[in-house]
């Protein structure tokens, strides 16, 4: 089955700066990768996502990058602000509707 | 805006009673899923629904969990008895079979 990989599992970064986060996917049929901002206590809530046709999808702020022959795709989040704060999912599917999520990343926004 | 609705938000229970999570998808959508995520990680599928048949249960451990969803519309997760492992969130998702998956609140289950 999928496998996905995800990097750092905490970032701090000073508020206005970027912050990238990184994930691995193992399956080379996986055609779907969202993005899922996940606040406590809360569902996650899907922020941005790119299918395996498009190598960049941008929206407002925050953008995906898709790289299938790596196997790697990338969450960018620019001028971050303190209400970015919140854990981060990157996730990857097969076309099955089934979804394999990373293990997260605690995003702090220092102000 | 439309959302998945789910309740109880918080439950705290007894080793080796019985809970039941229920949610009502968005309207319209077809496929309801079922994920539990442990403190610290991402969701991990438990079943997945298409309209009132289930998709894929595999990772269900069906010796003590149960999901259902007879009209196709809301669906029930039950646990039976439950077992302190069990403590996490629960969460519904629904999608109109697009992929593109909304999650509701979640359930935070706590066996004591």
């Known amino acids: 089955g999928e496998n996905v990989e995800q990097h750092p599992s905490t970032l701090s970064v000073q508020e206005g700066d970027s912050a990238v986060i990184k994930c691995t996917y193992s399956?080379?049929?996986?055609?779907?990768f969202p993005w899922y901002k996940q606040e406590l206590g809360k569902g996650p809530q899907l922020i941005i996502d790119i299918r395996s046709n498009v190598g960049e999808k941008k929206d407002q702020r925050i953008a995906v990058t898709l790289n299938k022959t790596v196997k790697h795709f990338s969450l960018h989040i620019t001028e971050t602000q303190p209400e970015d704060s919140a854990v981060y999912f990157c996730?990857?599917?097969?076309?099955?509707?089934?979804?394999?999520f990373g293990t997260g990343t605690r995003l702090t926004i220092i102000p | 805006e439309a959302e998945v609705a789910q309740s109880p938000r918080y439950k705290i229970t007894e080793k080796s009673q019985a809970v039941a999570f229920w949610c009502d998808p968005i309207s319209g959508h077809a496929t309801l899923y079922w994920y539990r995520q442990i403190l610290g990680q991402g969701p991990e599928l438990l079943v997945q629904?298409?309209?009132?048949?289930?998709?894929?249960d595999s990772q269900l451990p069906k010796d003590r969990f149960s999901a259902e969803r007879l009209k196709g519309v809301d669906s029930t997760l039950k646990i039976q008895p439950a077992e302190l492992g069990d403590s996490a969130m629960y969460l519904c998702?629904?999608?109109?079979?697009?992929?593109?998956?909304?999650f509701g609140p979640g359930t935070r289950l706590t066996v004591l």
């Open positions: 998702a629904s999608s109109l079979g697009d992929i593109e998956q909304f």
């Open positions: 629904f298409q309209d009132e048949s289930v998709v894929d």
């Open positions: 996730a990857a599917s097969g076309g099955n509707e089934k979804l394999t």
């Open positions: 399956d080379s049929a996986s055609n779907y």
